[in-house]
């Protein structure tokens, strides 16, 4: 599975915390976002969702790396970062995971 299957609608995305478990815990661990299963998920901010969809580390960093480069996002700011800004909308964030084919 891909981002973009996940993200079908603007419930499966979240700002300010890694994810929302089912059972709508907020989760501020991606370690722990990693270990959880699919099912248990309700929501991913970007960030999460790059981790947990491309768990190997190679594919994490080409994904990563892409996000970056399209963005213009630098060392300076971070891609959870850019993904909680308080003007961001799922659709940005779903047309990037789209446009990037994740």
């Known amino acids: 599975m891909k981002i973009k299957e996940f993200y079908t609608d603007p419930s ?41 969809f491309y768990p190997n580390v190679d594919d994490f960093c080409a994904v990563e790396k892409k996000v970056k480069d399209l963005l213009r996002i630098g060392n300076e700011r971070t891609i959870s970062e850019w993904n909680s800004a308080k003007d961001r909308t799922f659709e940005e964030v779903q047309y990037l995971v789209e446009y990037l084919n994740i």
């Open 12 to 52: 499966k995305w979240v700002q300010d915390y890694f994810a929302i478990s089912h059972t709508g815990q907020n989760i501020e661990d991606v370690d722990v976002v990693k270990n959880m299963r699919l099912v248990e998920i309700k929501s991913l901010c970007l960030f999460a969702a790059i981790c947990k």
